[in-house]
């Protein structure tokens, strides 16, 4: 070996050792910052400043767990620590964010910290050493490539399963560092399974706690009635109790009350009435459904479902009816046959609302269903099928994603309950919207409602 290679290799060890002195190396006293810390609430509390190497945090959405994540980020950061927040998304990263820059605002204004808006990034000076970053994680892939001693899971339900086995967990080993895993419970999924973890732990290592919506006591009533407004019982008790509910079961309740529709109404009867129509297309074992629904009424005047395959005879059918009660609108689903269907029928002159069923699209409009039974806010026939098929309509779990998952039981068609979910869905809508002739302007407040729904349904 050449004198230049063996002062190299010394150089190198020189350097291991340095950076292992480094990671290793915790500050007798706490690195003093300036801070703007709010007082955690008594939710909060136990898990900002308890010792437990992993802790599993149980909330109500607004309960203050982001809060509560960001103080027990900066007491780290003050203790010398490499924090790393995951959230799976953007506007909860941000959340975090926001409230970490909030606190260390004055380290910021006075020069302590560095501050990188686009890695999210706030690290002592010199840099190098103790710091907070967060970032949009949802899966092993996406928390891949960083280290660090305290990682925070935020909204831990809505990520991958394989987050923490895969990458969470060894990315902490080097240096024997906390995990804190935060959500609202979303069923039974992997969340839960790690709050059992951690409700069967008897060694002191694993912390949990549990806090409702309500327990915050910053969160105003009228905040409190702004995100309950529109939710079902099934909704409040694990969004805002934070209760972990069954992940398969019934999904419409209240069905008797609901079923006060007359059998045999007539056009007549409801003359310049707003009518719109729900229309499920037949495929192979299943019918071809169509609810007519009065919206002034607030009533379905009409159930009509046939195992007719033909495409043309159903059509006619339809279009029969749309004549019948001059009504003002069918929303259709348009996957499969449906899109053909459909483009006849706006050639012949109707009025139609096409409706993409997806594992995205479907949960909101069902759901939607489900909130108009709870709360009896219409009437709909009493119909053998109709209402066999209401009550026997589920909700399961789809294990390789995690997510609900709405549908007739093995062997049972779903074809009225879809054709009432889409007629229920043009119903709700806003009258002005939804009486437009304007297609435009119609199909757009669809789309807002729409993505609205879903956009909460994701929350
Ligand atoms: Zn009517």
Redesign the pocket.
């Known amino acids: 070996m050449s004198a230049a290679t063996v002062t190299d290799v010394r150089k190198l060890l020189h350097l291991a050792a340095d950076r292992i002195e480094a990671r290793n190396r915790r500050p007798v006293e706490p690195t003093p910052l300036l801070v703007n810390r709010p007082t955690p609430h008594a939710g909060q509390l136990p898990f900002v400043t308890g010792t437990e190497k992993r802790k599993v945090v149980v909330a109500g959405r607004r309960g203050g767990k982001t809060t509560g994540a960001a103080i027990r980020a900066v007491d780290a950061l003050q203790q010398g620590r490499r924090v790393l927040e995951a959230a799976p998304t953007a506007d909860q990263t941000t959340a975090f964010w926001e409230t970490c820059k909030r606190i260390l605002q004055p380290s910021i204004d006075a020069g302590l910290l560095y501050k990188n808006e686009s890695e999210r990034v706030l690290e002592l000076l010199p840099r190098g050493g103790p710091r907070i970053r967060a970032k949009t994680a949802w899966d092993a892939d996406t928390l891949r490539g960083d280290y660090a001693d305290l990682l925070i899971l935020d909204e831990y339900q809505m990520m991958h399963p394989n987050v923490w086995d895969l990458v969470g967990a060894p990315m902490l080993l080097d240096n024997d560092g906390d995990a804190i895993f935060i959500f609202t419970p979303q069923r039974k999924n992997h969340a839960y399974q790690q709050y059992l973890r951690a409700i069967n732990d008897d060694s002191g290592r694993w912390g949990h706690w549990h806090f409702r919506s309500m327990d915050n006591p910053h969160l105003s009533t009228a905040a409190m009635d702004e995100i309950t407004g529109d939710m079902t019982e099934d909704a409040y008790r694990q969004e805002i109790l934070a209760e972990f509910l069954d992940s398969e079961g019934a999904v419409f309740r209240n069905i008797p009350a609901c079923l006060g529709a007359p059998k045999h109404a007539t056009p007549d009867?409801?003359t310049d009435?707003r009518?719109v129509i729900g229309a499920d297309w037949g495929k192979q074992q299943d019918r071809t459904a169509f609810s007519v629904f009065?919206?002034?009424?607030k009533?379905e005047?009409e159930i009509d479902y046939s195992r007719e395959v033909d495409y043309h005879v159903q059509r006619q059918r339809l279009e029969v009816r749309y004549e019948r009660w001059g009504a003002d609108v069918v929303h259709a689903e348009a996957n499969a046959m449906g899109e053909p269907i459909i483009e006849e029928l706006i050639r012949s002159g109707l009025h139609v609302i096409p409706f993409q069923t997806t594992a995205v699209s479907k949960p909101p409009l069902i759901e939607s269903l489900a909130l108009a039974f709870e709360r009896t806010e219409a009437q709909w026939i009493d119909d053998p099928i109709g209402t066999a098929e209401l009550e026997a309509y589920e909700r399961s779990v789809t294990p390789a994603t995690n997510r609900s998952r709405y549908s007739a039981p093995e062997g049972m068609n779903d074809d009225t309950v879809i054709a009432r979910a889409l007629a229920w869905a043009m119903a709700s809508l806003p009258p002005a919207a939804g009486a437009s002739s304007d297609d435009n302007l119609v199909m757009q407040a669809y789309r807002t409602d729409r993505s609205e729904l879903v956009r909460r349904s994701m929350r």
């Not at 009065?294 to 009424?297: K, M």
Request: aromatic share 0%; glycine share 0%.
């Open positions: 009867e409801h009435h009518i009065c919206v002034t009424c009533a005047v």
